[in-house]
């Protein structure tokens, strides 16, 4: 996996952005990367009216920038002085997802982050349309930060949630990427609904517990082999549960008092894929800890 030299963070000047853009520094600082502020303003909020002049309008959208231009010059001599990384400031008109999908390719950014909530929902925004398309165009990941206390504290605990598919094939060594001092625990989640359509089709207890059994063999040879593979570390452990996946995630998580859990974006079809995934979504919108979801 690359190394993360850039990390865009946006933010609408919320309590609940001020939380994305603290991890955002943290993360800059661990790495050694550069920090990228961006501001997106909607066209209709520099509308003010038919009725009002030109001339007004002229000097509202005018005024409008500057305060924004003044509260990110404020905010980024802030976080350099708090965290000594170098920082990017910028801002966009249009639309959230593709502003920012765009600026993160054109700074050849690694990772994107955003805050859970914000004065317009960007939880909202990255979990329902915005959220898929801004995933399709991206070419990184997306860092929802959910945790409300940062506290300048790296992640201690996180659950890299895997399920062998191609989309989760690099999950833990992205989870070790972010959190390198962190206790890395491999998740496989035995979804037990391809249980419930063998027992549905006629197959007796007794080969479904053969079935069972073998399966979950099978699985704990392969999570052994991710974590071997991909040299980890030391600090990992594994673990298989049986469950619908995404509440099994998500229990298992504040079980644990993880404070991080990162997941791959796989989708079994096409329209899957344009819905963001069922597994995906239901952890990023149940999850009480941070979720970073993989491309």
Known sequence: MQPITHVVVGTDFSAGADLAVQ???LISQQQGAELHLIHVVHPLDLYVGSELSFGFQTHYQ????EAIKTQLDTLTCKLREQFSITIHAATRIGRAYSEIADYAIAVNAELIVAGAQGEHSLLEKLLGSTSSRLLRVSKCPILIVK???????AYQHVIAAVNFSLGAANVALLARTIAPQAHIEGLLIFDT?????MYK???NEALLQ?????????????????????????????????GYPPESICDHAKAQHADLIVIGKHEKNGMEDFLLGSVSKGVAYAAECDVLLSH
């Open 147 to 153: 945790n409300k206390n940062v506290t300048a504290s």
């Open 193 to 197: 609904n391809q249980e419930t359509h």
């Open 23 to 25: 991890r955002a520094a």
């Open 62 to 65: 005018q005024a409008q920038q």
């Open 210 to 242: 053969q079935y069972r059994t073998q399966a979950l063999l099978d699985a704990d040879k392969r999570l052994s082999e991710i974590i071997t593979e991909q040299t980890l570390g030391e600090n990992i452990s594994r673990k298989i549960l049986t």
């Open 201 to 203: 089709a006629g197959m």
